[in-house]
Nanobody, 121 residues
């Protein structure tokens, strides 16, 4: 069973930085793409970034140039480096595993508890 545990969220001022972590376990084999989503109050969950095994990473336009995905496979950990944070980045952030096919990420139904990021203006 896939398990995902997000951490690293917190309160930060506008323009600041945070690094989120996602520790994963239970993947049946290697080679999964890892994605980050976020959900703000009253809004649907949106895809923020995808760390593809192919190296063709995806970033939503709203975070492009500010967020960076990376991983440490030895630690089974995925990271989301967030710089130049804005108030509109305030949300609960989740990681997800899956695969990318023809530019579309297909995630699994396994979700962690998320980690809250709050950016004050």
């Amino acid at each position: 069973q896939v398990q995902l545990v997000e951490s690293g969220g917190g309160l930060v001022r506008s323009g600041g930085s945070l690094t989120l972590s996602c520790v994963y376990s239970g993947l049946p084999f290697s080679g999964y793409d890892m994605a980050w989503y976020r959900q703000s109050a009253g809004k649907v969950r949106e895809l923020v970034a995808v760390h593809e095994t192919s190296g063709a990473n995806y970033y939503a336009d709203s975070v492009k140039g500010r967020f960076t995905v990376s991983s440490d496979d030895a630690k089974n950990t995925e990271y989301l480096q967030m710089d130049s944070l804005k108030s509109e980045d305030t949300a609960v952030y989740y990681c997800n595993t899956g695969t990318t096919y023809r530019g579309t990420f297909y995630g699994t139904d396994s979700w962690g508890q998320g980690t809250q990021v709050t950016v004050s203006s």
